[in-house]
């Protein structure tokens, strides 16, 4: 028995159909659902958000944090930001990387460090999961 599942961010709907399982990171950890899986709301942390599609294959997003509500009738993943891991371009990902870590290398305050640490975190997520996809892991 799927289970349906729907993917939006800001900016688009990324994924919209059945699943037989849902991996995602949350905050405190990995979490995988099934279909009847028990209500739940969890806040997503930066990584890979993986919907093995009922019928074969498999859906692999990155997810830049976010929220997955879980009932067991469906899954929602509201995502602050999102594409599928074969759209990110690795040069971009790798730039961007390394321009927010000469950012935190220089002198920043408080605030702005607890950002720039997100945002590394983000950025660092967001190539790992493309490198592994390509088969560069």
Do not use: C, W, Y
């Not at 993917?7 to 099934?34: H, K």
């Not at 993986?50 to 294959?57: F, L, N």
């Not at 602050?80 to 990110?88: F, L, M, N, P, T």
């Not at 290398?105 to 660092?124: D, K, N, P």
């Amino acid at each position: 028995m799927p289970i349906p599942v729907r993917v939006v961010s800001v900016e688009r709907s990324l994924f919209e159909g059945e699943a037989d399982f849902i991996l995602a990171r949350s905050t405190i950890g990995e979490l995988g659902v099934l279909p009847r899986h028990a209500p739940l709301l969890a806040v997503l942390a930066p990584g890979e958000l993986r919907v093995d599609k009922t019928g074969g294959g498999s859906e692999v997003l990155f997810v830049g944090g976010g929220f997955m509500e879980v009932l067991p009738d469906r899954v929602t993943v509201l995502a602050d930001v999102a594409e599928r891991a074969d759209e990110i371009n690795l040069e971009r990902a790798e730039q961007t990387r390394r321009s927010v870590q000469e950012r935190l290398a220089g002198q920043v305050g408080t605030e702005e460090r607890v950002e720039l640490e997100q945002a590394l975190a983000r950025a660092e997520a967001r190539l790992r999961l493309a490198r592994i996809r390509r088969g560069g892991g």
